[in-house]
């Protein structure tokens, strides 16, 4: 059983970077497609970034393209999402997700079901 932990969110200004890490235990995510979603409050969950197995492809919603990168280090058995350019409307909780065998893109439409979820992290940004 896989479990995730999410770390580095907090309280950024408007134009700032946040970094968050998503790290794994109780097995390795070497073969898994990772993903991170948020949600903001009143909203309906939100996919934001996805990456697969071997880092070969990523998939991002539009509206955080060119802002926020996706990587991973299996050797790690962590993933990141460095968030730069921030504002306000992406303040949210962020959560990853792992899915084994999985597609960057489809990912992007998981079930939140299926596969391995953190708890999440809170990011804020204020203007």
């Known amino acids: 059983q896989v479990q995730l932990v999410e770390s580095g969110g907090g309280l950024a200004q408007a134009g700032g970077s946040l970094r968050l890490s998503c790290a794994a235990s109780g097995g390795t995510i070497s073969t898994y497609a990772m993903g991170w979603f948020r949600q903001a409050p009143g909203k309906e969950r939100e996919f934001v970034a996805a990456i697969n197995w071997s880092s070969e492809y990523t998939y991002y919603v539009d509206l955080v393209k060119g802002r926020f990168t996706i990587s991973r280090d299996n050797a790690k058995n962590t993933v990141y999402l460095q968030m730069n350019s921030l504002k306000p409307e992406d303040t949210a909780v962020y959560r990853c997700?792992?899915?084994?065998?999985?597609?960057?893109?489809?990912?992007?439409?998981?079930?939140?079901?299926?596969?391995?979820w953190g708890q999440g992290t809170q990011v804020t940004i204020s203007s």
């Open positions: 997700a792992a899915k084994r065998f999985a597609t960057a893109q489809a990912m992007a439409s998981i079930n939140p079901t299926l596969g391995y």
